[in-house]
T-cell receptor, first 112, second 117 residues
């Protein structure tokens, strides 16, 4: 089955630790995105990548880092510099030239 | 600057009622795209529809219909004969019309729809 996989669904970390969230897609989509969602809020863009080995900052990139070494994978690292890392993180992808973005199931990160 | 407003924070209806979700998108762009997404309790966003700014023709798909009026910057979404499974948060998400950073979707804060049996 084609789709976007995010793992794990729930993640717990201690403050001060870096943590990497996984996002994999087998849809052969070129572009991939990371969004953050806080309770009662819409999604905000963290990073996006339109092709392999290239990515751009979104609206709230501070405290996050990404890599795009393979077309299928776009991992997000939440660093200790991110002041409020507890949130729901959603990964999305879209085919080249398409406007629709398709979302994964999300990872709920809790940092205490 | 662009601004997307979903003024309804929460709506509660009884099953089989019709319900309309409002979205207003203020922009000076002449070309843009408007999307509606549904987020059920599971959390995953589900794409519902995309409309282009140059196409004001309304659309109906099953129990869903969309009304886009460029003159008032409104892109409203109506569910006819609502069902309990329609309970979710609905997001309006515009996107600017050209390339580069304009790939970004700008999400409204969402409207929580609860359909009671």
């Amino acid at each position: 089955d084609g789709g976007i996989t995010q793992s794990p669904k729930y993640l717990f970390r201690k403050e001060g630790q870096n943590v990497t969230l996984s996002c994999e897609q087998n849809l052969n989509h070129d572009a991939m995105y990371w969004y953050r969602q806080d309770p009662g809020q819409g999604l905000r863009l963290i990073y996006y990548s339109q092709i392999v080995n290239d990515f751009q900052k979104g609206d709230i990139a501070e405290g996050y880092s990404v890599s795009r070494e393979k077309k299928e994978s776009f991992p997000l690292t939440v660093t200790s510099a991110q002041k409020n890392p507890t949130a729901f993180y959603l990964c999305a992808s879209s085919p080249w030239g398409s406007y629709e973005q398709y979302f994964g199931p999300g990872t709920r990160l809790t940092v205490t | 600057a662009q601004k997307v407003t979903q003024a309804q924070t929460e709506i509660s209806v009884v099953e089989k009622e019709d319900v309309t979700l409002d979205c207003v998108y203020e922009t000076r762009d002449t070309t843009y795209y408007l999307f509606w997404y549904k987020q059920p309790p599971s959390g995953e966003l589900v794409f519902l529809i995309r409309r282009n700014s140059f196409d004001e023709q309304n659309e109906i798909s099953g129990r869903y219909s969309w009304n886009f009026q460029k003159s008032t910057s409104s892109f409203n979404f109506t569910i006819t004969a609502s069902q309990v499974v329609d309970s979710a948060v609905y997001f309006c998400a515009p996107r600017r019309g050209s390339g580069g950073s304009n790939y970004k979707l700008t999400f409204g804060k969402g409207t929580l729809l609860t359909v009671n049996p």
